[in-house]
């Protein structure tokens, strides 16, 4: 492959667009296909729209957790995990129900971005649904751009996140409306439109992010007290901040 070129693959799964942007050095079609396979092998075992899915038999009580597989267990362990890290805004169980999407989107993406990483993609990108996994540059020293949607005004961008390695996440009303509920209160999170968080890893980013969005205008103060993350809110009011 040569300097600045890339390969692309787009995959539909878990209900949104995947995609993955592979620059120089690339990597040959078999290791997009086994990506592929591994976000719809995610997508089976944890989706709540599929009735027979790990995740969907284990909330009906049909299964045991010491049943399940090391992935489930994982999973949910980490849930748990970053429900005390989180002081519970981030939960499984948020809506009464048990359901890790919150985790299990951004770590299927963190997952295929290691698969790449390990196949030799030393620069890449994995999209899904506006959540992504950058790894080295876009090209010949060039730095990735994310554009962040605008949730006051569709089709516009509020802002843009430029650099190589790192992650980015989004929490927010744009795409699904006002889905992400306060599990302290089981209603929906108030205060902010979107929050978008800025991170190395994917996985713990969707998860402050969601988190963080759950908190509303509690958010901007908590996320000052992160370790080695920005983020860049849009308020119900219009308004924005940001954290650096």
Known sequence: MRAGA???RVVHCMGTVFSFDVRAPGVNDAVLDDAAWLL?????TFSTYREGSEISRLGRGELRLADCSPDVRLVLDECE????????YFSADAGGSLDPSGYVKGWAIERVSNLLTDAGATSHSVNGGGDVQCVGDAGVGTPWRIGIA???AAGKIATVVAGTGFAVATSGVEQRGAHILDPHTGQPA???LSLT???AHLTEADVYATAGFAMGRQAREWVQSLTGYQAFAVTEDG???SVN
């Not at 719809?40 to 089976?44: A, V």
């Not at 995990?81 to 519970?88: A, K, L, M, P, S």
């Open 6 to 8: 890339s390969t692309r």
């Open 81 to 88: 995990r970053y429900r005390r890290i989180t002081g519970g």
């Open 197 to 199: 968080i800025v991170g």
């Open 150 to 152: 605008d949730p006051r």
């Open 40 to 44: 719809h092998e995610i997508d089976e």
């Open 190 to 192: 108030r205060g902010l």
């Open 239 to 241: 308004g924005t901040w």
